[in-house]
């Protein structure tokens, strides 16, 4: 069996293993991980021996000549796949989409030093840190340096032998990639969303009619334009090379027969020169650790990923991730895309999608990458001998054509992957059906009405927990609506995170439980008249409601937040930005600690004080007419599942956090200190976390299951 066809079994066994197993497939990421890990073990000291060693062989002035001259080549080709790659999103179709609260929204990444990230104070820690482009300036500088040393041949004997060796260890490592590749497929089966996997397909379509249309037109047309070689000439000769390296997904083994088939097609063009004529020999081993057309073209996924999960990348993202990205990409892809996946903001779990799609996607890139080869070859030769046929008529008809045929090709992939679907929205189904994570052994009592007084307890002066555990019974408060704490499922059962603390609280006591709405309006006077024992629906512990009400402590932050339309996510993620605009309108919950923080971080704001009942009123278009909702991430991320046209916008650098707790009646002091230990008790066992989790993160959000109570 091949190598290809391994690793092909090792896909559909893994897709397969996982589709079984579903969620139970999550241990195989572990393997995954690994795998990826083995992978990039060698890159950067491979990176760095080799570009020290290929630089530090060359000749002086036949250097300087051969990187001015091809490296001019070298950037017309990283430009014509940067055209590429900027153009790929206006083939992506407008979508309906929302996703769960993400940590990735309230991390407040420092900003990119370009100083730091290009200018290497320190190689040791560039390398030992992962900094891709430090230590690809500082091998160059080395290896430049290193072109007229004295006696360099000492030195560059051992580090050839090193580079060989750090190839081998690649080599094996690459035959684990059949075992990796199942890992991989057998964790991305198991646990991706369907509706998202849909969209999947999106970027592997772009992606390889993107490298279909430059390795088979754009790249031999600029061979044809700058050179005699006709492009038919180049596709007829290269053929061969091309589906061996789609194949095998390998440029590098199709490298000797690529540098053959060059020289032939140079010495049919009429070449005399037998120095010239050997120029692909130098050439391609010289300028094969510069990042290819392949490379370059897979900095798309960044943008596909952006799109994905719907991150918003400003004009003012883009100079910098292009910049970023052709300098990382002297390493290794897997090496470069967590590194600007970070550099844009974009949730990193997207990384995975790319390990799952390279699979295909990197038989496509080959073809991109071995017509990038062939440039460089024909053309740098053409270059070196002074004999470019640089015509302005010429070019400029060429790139007229390439620009139309482009356009065309961008218009019908977008028509095309229309036509496909990009996957139905399902995601406010999802939320309306969400069920406990842990259903209860006894169902609760739950009412729709607020009920009357519980009677005192008994005898005059005992305390509220002793009451509790005399009638065997607790009442809890829950606030409706309270997303995604307490709420009403599309099945009528009352869910949520503070409804299934309940009932682990209840069953943690040995008591029943009783949930009884609680009058948002109100909810101090009906702790103090005896109508609950204590009150948990996602309630805010502020300064006002500390007076008032004898709270338990924290189990959960939240993170002051924006909900605002799609198209303004951008703008409202900075804060500075919200300050220095003039009259935006924005609503808020009718509290007076929200009003206050508002009005201290961003006092040129119009706020408009809005009922905690009328909250999601606005996102329906029953409010006022305004720029934004101030809301926290957690809640307003539930929130966009059901209005997918708003989105979650953290103002950063700004970090305001907002605790929840659970409010006790009759002030009772013993139930607050069973209140504080009990919560600890569950941080330390793990079910805040779990229902954490399940019901701000989105885990088996898709789970729902029998016996959740109802009213």
């Known amino acids: 069996m091949s190598f290809t066809a391994k690793i092909l079994v090792g896909l559909g066994l893994g897709a397969a293993v996982g589709w079984f197993l579903g969620a139970r497939a999550e241990p195989f990421r572990l393997v995954a991980d690994a795998f990826v890990r083995l992978l990039e073990m060698t890159v950067l000291p491979y990176l760095t021996v080799s570009l020290v060693a290929g630089i530090g062989r060359l000749d002086p002035r036949r250097a300087k000549s051969l990187f001015l001259r091809v490296g001019a080549i070298t950037l017309v080709l990283w430009g014509l796949a940067l055209s590429l790659v900027l153009l790929m999103p206006l083939a992506f179709p407008e979508i309906q989409t929302a996703s769960f609260f993400s940590t990735t929204l309230v991390e407040d990444r420092p900003r990119i030093d370009l100083v730091s990230l290009y200018v290497p104070s320190n190689p040791f820690y560039s390398l030992a840190n992962n900094v891709v482009p430090a230590v690809v300036v500082f091998s160059f500088v080395l290896g430049v340096a290193l072109m007229g040393a004295p006696g360099k041949e000492r030195l560059l004997d051992p580090l050839t032998v090193l580079e060989g060796a750090l190839a081998r260890a690649n080599r094996f490592l690459i035959r684990l990639t059949p075992i990796g590749v199942f890992a991989i497929a057998a964790h991305f089966a198991g646990t991706v969303d369907l509706g998202q996997l849909a969209r999947l397909r999106v970027y592997l379509v772009a992606y390889g009619v993107l490298a279909l249309f430059l390795a088979l037109y754009l790249l031999p047309a600029l061979v044809a334009c700058l050179t005699p070689i006709p492009a038919g000439r180049v596709l007829r000769s290269m053929k061969d090379v091309l589906i061996t390296g789609f194949m095998t997904g390998d440029v590098f083994v199709v490298l000797p027969t690529l540098i053959e088939r060059c020289k032939e097609l140079l010495s049919e063009a009429a070449v005399s020169d037998a120095q010239d004529a050997a120029l692909p020999e130098v050439i391609v081993p010289a300028f094969y650790n510069f990042p290819h057309a392949a490379k370059i073209l897979s900095l798309s996924f960044v943008l596909f990923a952006a799109w994905y999960s719907e991150t918003a990348l400003r004009l003012a993202d883009y100079p910098r991730l292009v910049v970023a990205g052709v300098v990382s990409l002297f390493g290794s892809v897997n090496g470069a895309i967590p590194f600007l996946l970070d550099v844009a903001r974009v949730p990193m779990d997207t990384f995975q999608l790319f390990l799952a799609t390279s699979i295909l996607a990197a038989r496509f890139g080959t073809l991109a990458a071995a017509m990038h080869m062939v440039v460089i070859a024909l053309v740098g030769t053409y270059a070196l001998s002074g004999r470019l046929r640089l015509s302005p008529g010429r070019i400029a008809r060429e790139l007229v054509m390439a620009s139309g045929f482009a356009a065309l090709t961008i218009v019908g992939l977008g028509v095309a992957i229309r036509a496909m679907g990009a996957g139905q929205y399902e995601g406010d189904r999802v939320a309306l059906e969400m069920g406990l994570l842990r259903p209860p052994a006894e169902p609760a009592v739950i009412l729709r009405e607020v009920p009357e007084p519980l009677p005192p307890p008994a005898p005059a002066g005992s305390s509220l927990l002793a009451a509790v555990r005399q009638r065997r019974l607790v009442r809890v408060g829950y606030v409706e609506g309270q997303a995604p704490y307490s709420f009403f499922n599309s099945r009528g059962e009352l869910v949520g995170f503070d409804v299934e603390m309940a009932y682990t609280l209840a069953s943690d006591l040995g008591v029943a439980l009783e949930l009884a709405p609680v009058p948002k309006e109100r909810l101090a006077f009906a702790l103090e008249d005896g109508r609950y024992d ?74 408009v004080p809005v009922p905690l009942r009328d909250v999601q009123g606005f996102l329906s278009g029953k409010g006022e007419s305004v720029d934004a909702l101030c809301l926290t991430a957690e809640r307003g991320s539930f929130l966009t599942l059901l209005y997918p046209a708003f989105a979650v916008a953290v103002p950063h650098p700004l970090e305001v956090r907002l605790p929840l707790a659970y409010p006790v009646g009759r002030h009772d002091l013993e139930m607050t200190r069973y209140l504080a230990t009990w919560i ?21 959000a898709r789970r729902s299951p029998a016996g959740a109570p109802r009213p």
Do not use: C, N
């Open 680 to 700: 600890d008790l569950k941080k330390k066992d793990g079910t805040i976390q779990a229902l954490y989790e399940h019901w701000i993160l989105g885990r088996d």
């Open 534 to 607: 204590l009150v948990m629906g996602g309630v805010f512990m502020v300064t006002r409601r500390v007076g008032q009400l004898d709270f338990s402590p924290p189990y959960v932050d939240e993170t002051l937040a924006f909900v605002v339309r799609d198209h303004r996510r951008a703008e409202f993620s900075s804060a500075e930005w919200v300050r220095a605009q003039k009259g935006l309108r924005v609503a808020a919950p009718d509290l007076p600690y929200f009003l206050t923080v508002l009005r201290r971080e961003f006092p040129d704001l119009q706020v």
